[in-house]
């Protein structure tokens, strides 16, 4: 069964700046990448909607949870990394200031980085978060595959390149499911 935190179930719910509020009925914080299939799948069972929370520090609605809400907090994490490709993977609810003393472990660091530090990597992919220069790209310009639970509750990898729908993972707002893994 997965996580559930019942002392938030219908708590307040805000956005860093509290510009928008909401009190979700329900409130997960799960462990593993089935624990997130698995309420997605009860959700679309119910035809409930459930939003991922992040770190909330985005200025718009996009992670307003109108009935559910999802963090990815006990998901964070360097999971591997491989020298040969320069790649590594991370779980998506890692914070951007974790990464950095994560990644300068092997020796590796990240090309470029906004200025706020404070979202995860799940948000910063997920939203079109930028760096700073011209000739830098997106944050999520840095992926090489994703990782993600579907609408229907389906975990999917999709690479970089495969077909169109690695365009449409750079800036997906959420709308084609929960990012859970990510490869830079």
Same mark, same amino acid.
């Given at each position: 069964?997965?996580?559930?935190?019942?002392?938030?179930?219908?708590?307040?719910?805000?956005?860093?700046?509290?510009?928008?509020?909401?009190?979700?009925?329900?409130?997960?914080?799960?462990?593993?990448?089935?624990?997130?299939? %698995?309420?997605?799948?009860?959700? +679309?069972?119910?035809?409930? &909607?459930?939003?991922?929370?992040?770190?909330?520090? !985005? =200025? @718009?609605?996009?992670?307003?949870?109108?009935?559910?809400?999802?963090?990815?907090?006990?998901?964070?994490?360097?999971?591997?990394?491989d020298q040969?490709?320069?790649?590594?993977?991370?779980?998506?609810?890692?914070?951007?200031?974790?990464?950095?003393?994560?990644?300068?472990?092997?020796?590796?660091?990240?090309?470029?980085?906004?200025?706020?530090? %404070?979202?995860?990597?799940?948000? +910063?992919?997920?939203?079109? &978060?930028?760096?700073?220069?011209?000739?830098?790209? !997106? =944050? @999520?310009?840095?992926?090489?595959?994703?990782?993600?639970?579907?609408?229907?509750?389906?975990?999917?990898?999709?690479?970089?390149?495969?077909?169109?729908?690695?365009?449409?993972?750079?800036?997906?707002?959420?709308?084609?499911?929960?990012?859970?893994?990510v490869t830079?």
């Amino acid at each position: 069964m997965f996580s559930l935190n019942k002392w938030k179930n219908g708590q307040k719910w805000t956005n860093w700046s509290e510009s928008y509020v909401s009190y979700p009925s329900m409130y997960y914080a799960p462990h593993t990448i089935e624990e997130v299939a %698995q309420i997605v799948k009860e959700h +679309a069972l119910l035809k409930r &909607t459930i939003r991922v929370t992040g770190a909330a520090h !985005s =200025f @718009s609605p996009v992670a307003l949870p109108e009935q559910s809400a999802l963090s990815l907090h006990h998901m964070r994490g360097l999971i591997s990394v491989d020298q040969e490709q320069q790649t590594a993977t991370f779980w998506a609810g890692t914070y951007l200031y974790e990464v950095g003393s994560m990644l300068a472990q092997h020796g590796f660091a990240l090309s470029n980085m906004g200025d706020i530090q %404070q979202q995860t990597l799940a948000g +910063a992919i997920s939203t079109g &978060t930028h760096g700073t220069g011209i000739e830098f790209g !997106s =944050f @999520s310009s840095m992926v090489t595959s994703w990782g993600f639970v579907n609408g229907e509750g389906d975990y999917i990898e999709h690479e970089r390149g495969e077909d169109a729908l690695s365009e449409s993972l750079h800036v997906s707002v959420g709308m084609l499911g929960i990012l859970v893994k990510v490869t830079l």
